[in-house]
């Protein structure tokens, strides 16, 4: 197994980000890529797909478009809450259906359910709840399905172990660039926090707060200590987010291609 097979590409629909591009932004243009796209320009072999405001739908034919656009992925996870939260309702029965589909199915992700970002007017045990509904409905599953979740390092110290524990794997995001001068110290603090869980990185290559493009020496420094997380076996993987800003002349979209072409063939332990 080498770097590249962990590697994975957090995905949206094309122009799900716009808001935050164009001119009036200082941008030329808008992208225009769709995930499956985006994950060829990086090249790597596994993706999230994330819906956004309900698209696209459970059981739409557009759904099914964009699964067979992964047909060549290793791996695909779908969103069971997708941007700020949103829920359907239906989207657990429909990722136990994808799965009979296609043999690349192989989790469900929670985004902006926990702490920050999140929408939802749930209480804490409701959204216990929820989650072991969907932990019952996914174990109905053809073969077994992995819960992923989002949790932003802000939400560390505040996160309540007994609820958030209940995803296998943990998704590790820092929402400003500039708070990544901690980084380590944060995934000490959430490696403490929750020793047993699966984790990734996750890596942003806009700065959503600012608008900007990361800075390279700050794709540096998060891309070489996941790289270094990953040689030592404390992370599963790494996660770029994400298509929808990709293509537009970022200097952080291509110092990642360029970083990627480096280490994709590095073996692992």
Request: aromatic letters at 14%.
């Amino acid at each position: 197994m080498n770097v590249r097979d962990k590697l994975w590409l957090f995905a949206s629909r094309a122009h799900d980000d716009d808001i935050y591009l164009g001119p009036s932004n200082g941008f030329t243009r808008w992208s225009r890529i769709t995930p499956a796209e985006g994950a060829m320009m990086l090249d790597v072999p596994n993706v999230i797909m994330i819906g956004s405001d309900g698209v696209p739908a459970p059981y739409s034919a557009e759904a099914y478009g964009y699964m067979e656009s992964f047909y060549r992925m290793q791996n695909v996870v779908w969103s069971i809450t997708g941007s700020g939260g949103f829920r359907a309702g239906n989207e657990e029965n429909f990722i136990c259906h994808l799965a009979e589909r296609y043999p690349n199915v192989t989790g469900a992700f929670a985004d902006d359910f926990l702490g920050a970002g999140q929408k939802t007017t749930m209480n804490e045990e409701e959204k216990r709840a929820l989650i072991l509904s969907a932990r019952e409905t996914l174990n109905t599953a053809c073969r077994p399905l992995s819960m992923w979740l989002t949790v932003y390092t802000r939400d560390i110290e505040s996160c309540d172990p007994s609820l958030y524990g209940l995803f296998d794997n943990l998704t590790l995001w820092t929402w400003e660039y500039r708070e990544l001068e901690r980084l380590s110290q944060n995934f000490e603090r959430f490696e403490q926090k929750f020793p047993t869980n699966k984790k990734y990185l996750g890596i942003y290559i806009l700065d959503y707060p600012s608008g900007k493009a990361i800075p390279n020496e700050y794709m540096e420094l998060q891309c070489e200590y996941g790289l270094k997380l990953l040689r030592e076996g404390q992370i599963d993987g790494m996660i770029f987010l994400t298509n929808c800003v990709m293509g537009i002349g970022l200097p952080s979209e291509y110092w990642l291609r360029d970083w990627i072409d480096r280490v994709k063939n590095i073996e692992l332990p």
